[in-house]
């Protein structure tokens, strides 16, 4: 992790109460999206997923703790100067910031979150970018952000109303691919096309079970920009109006429709097998 950011350590070993403002702040992180964006924090659990904060240069304002750090990578973090500060906690109150239903975990990372510029996305001559149109599941967006890392995405862009991208529920599905994959809010469908046709420009296209053109018949090799609609609606009006071509991927069964990040993550692949070297 040659890019993990140092700080000078600072460590406050005073146990922090359930009544203190500061814990406080950080539980509301846990279920209130408005007080994750006016604070710009987040909290982040897990080995993978801290680690992955780290090694792609996300700042972590502080690190908490319970004490009993058993394991050397919570050691090497705690005593490394990772973080802004270390915060030691009573292990009960460190339990209640973490998943209810496991076990108190070792550490966790109260991480910045960057702003919602989209040229945060730098994308390559002939770039993929996702667009998440109204995406109401957090997990959706998690499980989203894993595809477009796997599969080489240049980043994600989401509009319109939506789950929020730094919920706990994106954050643990992703499993740490938010860190490494430019996930960008836009401030309207409209502004982020602007920036799609003017950035590479790309060539926009929605994914529709209505579409009359296969996924295996169109060209993507070409910059291209997918759109994935809604869960329950699919894609707004405005995406159906200015996307330049439409693509259905065919199923059998009795299913009416993929999930939006199963058809997200085909139309990836197909992507990836298209641009992929042929012997």
């Not at 993990?4 to 950080?26: I, L, M």
């Not at 890392?149 to 730094?166: E, P, S």
């Not at 065919?250 to 990836?272: C, D, H, K, R």
Request: hydrophobic share 40%; charged share 25%; with cysteine.
């Amino acid at each position: 992790m040659s890019n993990v950011r140092r700080h000078p350590p600072k460590t406050d070993e005073s146990r922090v109460g359930r009544r203190n403002a500061r814990f406080q702040q950080w539980e509301s992180l846990l279920t209130n999206r408005n007080a994750r964006h006016r604070r710009g924090e987040f909290l982040v659990q897990g080995v993978r997923p801290i680690n992955e904060a780290l090694a792609h240069g996300w700042r972590v304002r502080a690190l908490l703790h319970a004490g009993d750090v058993r394991s050397q990578w919570a050691r090497d973090l705690v005593t490394g100067g990772v973080a802004d500060e270390v915060v030691h906690l009573a292990p009960d109150l460190l339990h209640d910031l973490g998943e209810k239903d496991e076990d108190t975990p070792e550490l966790i990372a109260v991480v910045e979150s960057p702003p919602d510029d989209l040229d945060r996305i730098r994308p390559r001559a002939d770039g993929v970018v996702v667009v998440l149109d109204r995406p109401i599941s957090p997990g959706n967006i998690g499980s989203l952000l894993r595809s477009a890392d796997a599969l080489g995405a240049d980043g994600v862009i989401i509009t319109g109303h939506a789950a929020d991208l730094y919920d706990p529920k994106t954050v643990r599905a992703s499993r740490g691919s938010l860190f490494a994959v430019p996930a960008v809010r836009a401030a309207s469908p409209a502004a982020a096309l602007d920036w799609l046709r003017s950035a590479v420009p790309f060539r926009v296209v929605g994914t529709s079970e209505d579409a009359a053109a296969d996924i295996w018949d169109h060209d993507f090799r070409g910059p291209t920009a997918i759109v994935v609609g809604n869960e329950t609606a699919g894609m707004s009006g405005f995406w159906t109006e200015n996307c330049d071509s439409t693509i259905s991927i065919p199923m059998v069964g009795s299913a009416s429709s993929f999930n939006a990040t199963v058809a997200a993550s085909i139309t990836l692949y197909e992507i990836a097998r298209q641009r992929a070297p042929r012997p």
